[in-house]
């Protein structure tokens, strides 16, 4: 298989959508623990076929649990980055959320951010939506 491989020169080819994304991750984990968050699971995802994943389940300083979102976005057309996180998206993370916090004795407060990231500035929208 390893005709299959292909080379790739250090600095030579653009990062992958896979690497961009979790660029935007790191950068917004950075921001989030700056800002006095705890982190407490990167990438959860549930079980099983057609689930949710959440990017970054954080705690803040009073114990709310947050679920955030990082979006980005090269530019603002077609919407924009926080445009991006429509209600099927919403449902997904609300799902996985709702799966997460099963796990617990008793449910804390929390949230749904949505960090966006674009054309390289960050923005952190608190509470962008609720659980329906």
Known sequence: MEFLQKKVSPGSAAPTTKQAGDAAEARALEHLQAAGLRLLQRNYR??????GEIDLIMRD???TVVFVEVRQRASASHG????SVGGAKQRRIVFAARYYLMRLREPPACRFDVVTIEAGRLVWLQAAFDAF
Do not use: M
Not at 46 to 51: A, E, H, I, L, N
């Open 46 to 51: 549930t079980p099983g076929r057609g689930g």
């Open 61 to 63: 300083a009073a114990g």
């Open 80 to 83: 924009g980055a926080a445009a």
